[in-house]
């Protein structure tokens, strides 16, 4: 069966090329019009599509391909409606307007102008060439990237994007010794780590014991005195006995007898 051409309109905002570009695949569903509708049922595995930006842009942006026949509708289960799959093929390298195409002689009588209110619209093999020349599209690149998508693995519609890839197998046994290892080294280093942690507490109560016999580093006041050169009052007292032939206990009365009548001096003076 020859390779038919058609026109698909989509809402950016709703639907839009790169987003079929990014999915790799969709349902081409909510088509509520008959005529639209029995374009879908037409439609058959290979056939290429026209990707229409409709109310923003108003372009032919990209070039789509159809990857299942019609089917019913399964956001309609009661009613007769059908969707196809499509999967995208290249984005157009410049946009066809809507009014280069009212513009070119060749896509005159292009559907997309006379029933402008269809979704789905059938083109001809040379207003599809045409398209593709105002879009600057190579031929080659629509035959490559068709290829590209034979040689895909088939799918439901929606995809999601490629998933990270396993480690290998052989990468993931390698990891198991090693973390193995890593275990079997921990009780070791915790046994080396044990003596010196030994050593340190034996060593505390050693500390601890010569802190308390260590003196306090204060002196009394009499070392200071006697660092100083100074004589104690007892010296003194011996000093004075042995001068005057008194008992240190005399010496002692008689060295306070001046300083007592200096107090009474002062005492007197004071009243």
């Keep these: 069966?020859?390779?038919?051409?058609?026109l698909?309109?989509?809402?950016?905002?709703?639907?839009?090329?790169?987003?079929?570009v990014r999915e790799g695949r969709t349902i081409w569903d909510g088509v509520r019009n008959y005529e639209a509708r029995n374009n879908l049922r037409a439609m058959?595995?290979?056939d290429l599509l026209l990707f229409y930006h409709s109310n923003e842009g108003l372009a032919v942006v990209g070039l789509a391909r159809v990857a299942r026949a019609a089917y019913p509708d399964p956001?309609?289960?009661?009613e007769d409606w059908s969707v196809v799959d499509v999967e995208p093929l290249v984005s157009?390298?410049?946009p066809v307007p809507l009014t280069s195409i009212r513009e070119a002689p060749a896509l005159a009588s292009m559907a997309i102008l006379r029933r402008s209110r269809l979704s789905v619209t059938p083109v001809t093999p040379a207003e599809f060439a045409e398209v593709l020349r105002l879009g600057k599209v190579d031929p080659s690149a629509i035959e490559r990237a068709a290829a590209g998508a034979d040689a895909a693995t088939p799918?439901?519609?929606k995809r999601p994007g490629p998933a990270k890839a396993a480690p290998a197998p052989e990468a993931s046994a390698a990891k198991v010794p090693a973390k193995a290892a890593l275990a079997a080294k921990a009780p070791a280093k915790a046994a080396r780590k044990a003596p010196a942690n030994a050593a340190l507490a034996a060593k505390a109560p050693a500390k601890a014991a010569s802190a308390a016999r260590a003196p306090s580093g204060k002196a009394t006041p009499a070392a200071k005195g006697a660092r100083a050169?100074?004589?104690?009052?007892?010296a003194k007292a011996s000093r004075v006995a042995s001068a005057t032939n008194a008992s240190p206990a005399e010496a002692a009365r008689a060295g306070r007898?001046?300083?007592a009548k200096a107090s009474a001096s002062r005492r007197s003076a004071a009243r």
């Design 229 to 234: 050169g100074e004589a104690t009052p007892a």
């Design 92 to 94: 157009l390298p410049e």
């Design 257 to 259: 007898a001046p300083a």
């Design 155 to 157: 799918g439901d519609a």
């Design 8 to 20: 698909v309109k989509s809402e950016p905002f709703k639907y839009s090329f790169e987003q079929l």
């Design 44 to 46: 058959a595995p290979g």
């Design 75 to 78: 956001s309609a289960p009661a």
């Design 1 to 6: 069966m020859p390779r038919r051409y058609w």
